[in-house]
């Protein structure tokens, strides 16, 4: 906390990261089904001795019961405190001792356990992550520990603005749906979450056939086949069927809330539906949020930040998830200020329908979306993350190409048709937390 | 007019055991001081480009905090030939990505972007080392953008706020003590002419260093990055800092009331710097107590005991001049920050009476190993690390780096704590929430 205080001068937090963008040449991997359902992702990265894995189930909050919020990440949190063979403690230092690392949790989807280990201690590893999956104990004393952790944890996310915001705005946007619960929970849900919540929602999610994995590093696909074989070749697929989720579906009319804080700052959050990746609207809407709000060439850190020294911070971004997406925008300010920054936000948001984008600031946002890919999948880790998403939505392996593609046809009228129908202000839920009179 | 330029080139090995031909350093010094490390490595088709200057807040006088920072974001404010906001749109116009950030010590600016767009990264580069245009119109607007990142960080963010009030009563005499960001009387302040003033002392050839990593052939690199950044001329050397800490003589303590949902407490003790022989045990000893799920604080605290949210140690290794040590924790509700501070120093009082396991010791050693081999998976990471040893003394410390780190025993740990690690040497800072 003393070293560097990174500045995050330009692209700001850009919290989309994954997935949304670009493309590469080659193929980003190699896609086998395994006799039991399982899909292997392998991508050779032959130069650094280390192994990434990531193993997605889809077991992620989405499948939270309506009255068990945050029944996913406790069992994510909980899978790693002990298996058939080790204690929790035991496999903390099991994997440490050899400098690597074992993590599980979920997301909205889906939940995964991520394994990074140097080249050499893959055979461990690998065994770790196969008894955390298939042999997790679940013990009573762990629930019990995490329940209070997490709860703790959300007490305290509590002091932060933006996660008080993010909070308060996917339960305007999701209404109805289980998106629009906090993936943790509530500190009231967690509190009634026990060990047979945890047990019954492992066991009805976890299964081979929705789950994916990928093996990406030092590595060659028959070397991961054989290991991945040897470990997960005897799960056996239920005969139960699968899970269905409902798409979200957005509601009629915008609301506004405020929430109370004793802050120097205004935060203010707009969002509201989007898109899933695989509709066609998808592609230019990426192109309009870029824009909008992508990075430090943008209309709104052009004239919030620059222009007008309004906010250190001011963006938009996508976040596509299997049944739903969202877009929002957000920006901090000082108090006396928020009003003049909402109505800012507002008018860009309504300009961006009203008139073509200019020839240079599409360019840019195009060429800046498609060229940025390489930098986005420049580590083992960064690969596997995104090779198991791109499968879990069912994008393809080529989904970077025709990203790229799809990108690259975007006209100017695209943008603004999308934007006249995805941009309306009026359409957008919005937050302000902060001081307020 | 052309200068000529004389090289000294220094070719090294970074790491010996590898057999990988990429891992020759190509290293260099212009005429006019410009230091520059060059890696060649075309696993993709990018390049990480980076340029460090000597300066970071540990550079400025009082009165004039924050000023290092302040000058980090004007740097994207444009020059005569590329003017404001030119900086950003060429970069993400050719795909790339860029951002910069400023600490105690440096302020370092990188672009990560596609290989062949090498050249013109290297022309905005050396045009803004030499050519900054500092309109008073862009400062007035960019001081509010600063306002509020200090809002952000610090105002609102009770860890930020309580850290800032522990390093301002730890450092009496360092500057050290100031934050990065600088006090908010400060940042309203500072004028135009002292940032131009700062720009020109401190942005010059010989305070730099340009790394780069990636997909070019280094003689290549080399010779564009003569050609452009050797025309701008050497500087004055800018003038050392001077300030020594004194010795602490007694426990220090701060009490901060404001909303917060749950309690912090930090102490920070003064420790040496790389420089010392005690810094490769001190590094172990950070991850010894916080490194990952089986060291010992979050064993105790966080996981055994469930007496702390979140329980750790920071040491700075590469820290210029002689920094802290930190310790923090956050307790659960129903736990007091009196009883974190105890469990605390009863760690600290551990390390000086009873020796670490083997497994203890073997653990950390191979865990800092590991992260070493991590980075080299980033070719931004590993531009970064080279940058790291250079400016504390030479890129090829990395090599001796491992071995120092291995060499520590057990002995060394119990020695380190007792030396380092007295009571009356401590700084402590509360976070109490306000009902």
């Known amino acids: 906390m003393t070293a560097t205080r990174s500045s995050l001068t330009l692209l700001a937090a850009l919290a989309s990261l994954l997935v949304s963008e670009p493309a590469a040449a080659a193929p980003l991997a190699h896609r086998e089904v395994l006799p039991n359902g399982i899909v292997l992702l392998v991508a050779e990265r032959p130069a650094v001795p280390i192994v990434a894995v990531r193993v997605l189930m889809r077991a992620g909050a989405v499948y939270d019961p309506a009255d068990r919020a945050g029944l996913a990440n406790l069992t994510g949190a909980v899978l790693t405190r002990g298996t058939a063979k080790r204690t ?56 019990t520990r995490k329940v209070a952790e997490i709860g703790a944890a959300i007490k305290r996310s509590d002091e932060d603005p933006g996660t008080v915001a993010a909070r308060a705005l996917g339960r305007l946007v999701f209404q109805g749906h ?142 596509p998830w299997r049944y739903g997406s969202s877009f929002a925008v957000s920006a901090q300010t000082r108090t006396a200020e ?20 200019g020839d240079r600031e599409l360019a840019l946002a195009k060429q800046y979306l498609i060229g940025s890919f390489p930098l986005r999948l420049d580590t083992s880790g960064k690969v596997a993350d995104f090779l198991v998403a791109v499968e879990d939505r069912g994008l393809g392996l080529d989904y970077a190409d025709r990203y790229k593609e799809r990108i690259a046809k975007v006209t100017a009228a695209d943008v603004q048709r999308v934007a006249v129908k995805y941009f309306p202000p009026t359409s957008f839920d919005l937050v302000i937390v902060g001081e307020t009179k | 007019m052309r200068i000529a330029i004389s090289l000294l080139l220094i070719v090294a090995l970074l790491v010996p055991s590898g057999a990988r031909g990429e891992n020759r350093v190509v290293a260099a010094t212009l005429d006019n001081g410009l230091r520059v490390l060059l890696l060649e490595d075309a696993r993709s088709p990018i390049v990480s480009f980076q340029v460090w200057y000597r ?40 795909g790339g990505q860029d951002n910069a950030f400023t600490s105690q010590d440096v302020t370092s600016y990188y672009v990560n972007i596609a290989a062949e767009k090498l050249d013109l990264v290297i022309d905005l580069e050396a045009d803004r080392m030499q050519n900054l245009l500092l309109d008073p119109k862009e400062i007035t607007s960019e001081r509010e953008v600063v306002i509020e990142e200090r809002r ?38 500072i004028t135009p002419d002292e940032i131009r003033a700062f720009y020109k002392t401190y942005y010059v050839p010989n305070n730099a260093l340009v790394v780069a990593v990636g997909a070019f052939r280094a003689a290549d690199a080399l010779e564009k990055i003569k050609r452009r950044f050797g025309r701008i001329p050497r500087g004055k050397v800018p003038p050392p800092v001077l300030a020594l800490e004194p010795p602490q003589n007694g426990e220090r303590r701060v009490i901060v009331k404001r909303q917060a949902e749950l309690p912090i407490v930090y102490l920070a003790w003064h420790v040496p710097n790389q420089k010392s ?73 551990r390390l000086k009476t009873e ?78 929430p306000k009902s």
Not at chain 1, 266 to 277: D, E, P, S
Not at chain 1, 283 to 308: D, H, I, K, N, Q
Not at chain 2, 381 to 404: C, H, V
């Open chain 2, 55 to 94: 300066v970071g807040s540990r550079n400025e006088l009082r009165g004039a905090t924050g000023i290092a920072h302040f000058l980090e974001h004007l740097m994207f404010k444009g020059t005569p030939s590329h003017g404001p906001k030119q900086f950003a749109r060429l970069v993400e116009e050719n």
């Open chain 2, 277 to 349: 022989d005690d810094a490769p045990t001190l590094e172990v000893l950070s991850t010894i107590l916080s490194g990952g799920r089986a060291s010992r604080l979050y064993r105790d605290l966080v996981y055994q005991r469930q007496l702390a949210l979140e329980a750790g140690g920071d040491y700075s290794y590469f820290s210029i001049d002689p920094n802290l040590f930190w310790f923090w924790a956050t307790p659960m509700p129903g736990q007091t920050p009196e009883k974190l501070e105890t469990e605390l120093s009863a760690h600290m009082e």
């Open chain 1, 178 to 319: 289980p998106y629009g619960f906090p993936v943790e929970g509530t500190r009231e849900s967690v509190a009634r979450l026990t060990r047979d919540d945890v047990v019954n929602f492992y066991r009805g999610h976890a299964r081979p056939d929705t789950t994916v994995i990928a093996v990406v590093g030092a590595v060659t696909v028959d070397e991961a086949r054989r290991e991945i074989m040897a470990r997960f070749g005897s799960w056996v697929r239920p005969t139960a069927s699968l899970p269905s989720v409902a798409s979200a579906t957005a509601s009629a009319s915008a609301r506004e809330e405020t929430v109370k804080r004793e802050l120097t700052q205004t935060t203010i959050m707009f969002g509201r539906q989007a898109v899933l990746q695989t509709d066609p609207d998808y592609f230019p809407l990426a192109v309009a949020s870029y824009v909008l709000g992508g990075g430090s060439a943008s209309r709104l850190y052009t004239r919030v930040r620059e222009e007008s020294g309004l906010a250190y911070s001011v963006y938009s971004w996508f976040s």
């Open chain 1, 88 to 143: 929790g403690p035991e496999l903390d230092s099991a994997i440490e001792f050899v400098g690597g690392s074992l993590q599980a949790g979920a997301g909205r989807d889906g939940l995964t356990v991520s394994l990074t280990a140097q080249k050499k201690d893959m055979t461990l590893g690998l065994d770790l992550v196969s008894e955390v999956v298939l042999s997790p104990t679940l013990p009573d004393g762990e629930v």
């Open chain 2, 152 to 189: 952000t960080r610090t105002d609102d963010d009770p860890g930020g706020f309580l850290g800032e009030e522990v390093s301002s009563l730890a450092f009496k005499a360092h500057p050290y003590g100031a934050p990065i960001i600088g006090w908010m009387e400060d940042i309203t302040r």
């Open chain 1, 338 to 357: 928020a009003p003049k920054v909402v109505a800012m936000i507002r008018e860009e948001l309504a300009r961006m329908g009203r008139e073509l984008v």
């Open chain 2, 355 to 432: 020796p670490v396991t083997d497994e203890e010791l073997a653990r950390a050693k191979n865990q800092i190993e590991a992260a070493f081999v991590y980075q080299d998976d980033s070719i931004h990471q590993r531009a970064s690390l080279l940058a790291r040893f250079e400016l504390i003394g030479g890129f090829a410390l990395k090599e001796s780096f491992m071995a120092k780190i291995r060499a520590v025993t057990a002995a060394d740990l119990t020695r380190v704590a007792r030396a380092w690690f007295a009571p009356d040497t401590k700084s402590v800072g509360v976070l109490v």
